[in-house]
């Protein structure tokens, strides 16, 4: 996938106060550029927490040529949040009043601000119509946002392991790692980007275990010495991951996007969720996962008892919310049929 830059001309204005001017939104496309009259199916993803715009790169067995999501038949693209680490305005960027990055004088940011940021990239390049959207996690509360606030451009729409609201179990989750990163006395000083990186690393930790289940860790970090004295191959584990993390994103950026989660709420000033839902158009597929306790099956199943003529599919995983990235093949059986 080629990686593009979109630079919005004018004032952005954010749902929750601020703007600002020049917004930037980073992108990655199929390498043939989308043109009036292309006659190729649009997909388009909507990323995780962490991830980046180059879906290629972090759901390789799904995107790329020849698999589920062929860049070379489909023109397939995915726009990074605002508010990341990888390119798009957010607070890791530099003020032009100051020529030092924001920090926490960027706006606060909503999963509306980040699908208004896309639906200006779609905009852009003058695409009428997207035949799939896809998104997993908090890429499901924008692909579902989506399909709300513009119920004309989506033929049919993907939902994996997320809901239309937030709950008090995610914010508590979201809280957690928040107060990881204000517990290192390097977060408010403001003095780099690297400021807070040992809270991320503990943030990144705590995540982790939101991300994976009982079953996952005790599969994959179970100690291999049976007389060993004190247990440590786990904890080496979520060192490991935390540092590297920190190696390629900021605390800042993380901070900003586990806010923006606390935002989903697809019906607020709609007449609450269900009414919200009630106007979707997309022929809409929802997926849970059962070993998943971030985002449990209830969720995917209220949505599509919510949304008109959803179907609801469930795959199974030892590796709970994450297995969205590793089940590959079940994903595969259940969206196959929706590009045929």
């Known amino acids: 996938m080629i990686k593009h830059e979109y630079i919005h001309e004018g004032i952005f204005e954010f749902e929750g ?16 550029p989308w043109q009036k009259g292309d006659e190729r199916k649009v997909i388009w993803i909507c990323h995780a927490l962490t991830a980046n715009s180059d879906a290629q790169d972090w759901w390789p067995e799904l995107v790329s040529p020849g698999r589920l999501f062929d860049t070379d038949r489909h023109f397939v693209i995915c726009a990074n949040m605002l508010g990341s680490a990888y390119g798009s305005s957010g ?7 100051t020529g030092k990055p924001f920090f926490f004088d960027f706006p606060k940011v909503t999963v509306r601000d980040i699908v208004r940021a896309n639906d200006l990239v779609r905009r852009h ?3 009428e119509k997207i035949d799939l959207m896809v998104g997993g996690s908090i890429g499901g ?58 809270g991320l690393r503990c943030a990144r930790s705590i995540a982790l275990i939101s991300y994976r289940s009982y079953e996952g860790y005790n ?20 060192r490991y991951q935390g540092k590297k993390l920190s ?21 607020r000033g709609r007449g609450g969720v269900e009414a919200a839902l009630s106007g979707v158009k997309a022929d809409c597929t929802v997926i849970g996962i059962d070993s998943d306790r971030l985002f449990p099956v209830e969720e995917q199943k209220f949505l599509a008892k919510a949304v008109p003529g959803a179907r609801y599919f469930e795959i199974t995983s030892k590796f709970g919310h994450d297995g969205f990235l590793l089940e590959n093949d079940q994903l595969t059986e259940i969206i196959a049929p929706l590009l045929a």
């Open 17 to 32: 106060g601020g703007s600002i001017e020049g917004l930037k939104v980073v992108y990655h496309c199929s390498e043939k």
């Open 91 to 97: 607070p890791a960027s530099v003020n032009p009043k």
């Open 125 to 127: 390049l003058g695409i």
């Open 141 to 198: 509360f924008q692909s579902i946002e989506w399909t709300v606030m513009e119920p004309e451009i989506f033929d049919k729409a993907v939902f994996i392991a997320c809901g239309a609201r937030v709950t008090p179990w995610l914010t508590a989750w979201e809280e957690s790692q928040r107060l990881a990163l204000e517990a290192d006395p390097t977060f408010r000083e403001c003095a780099s980007l690297k400021g807070g990186e040992a």
């Open 219 to 238: 599969a994959t970090q179970f100690e291999t010495d049976e007389d060993c004295l004190f247990a440590d191959r786990a904890g080496s584990y979520q």
């Open 247 to 267: 190696d390629r994103f900021d605390a800042y950026s993380y901070y900003y996007l586990s806010d923006s989660v606390n935002s989903n709420n697809v019906g």
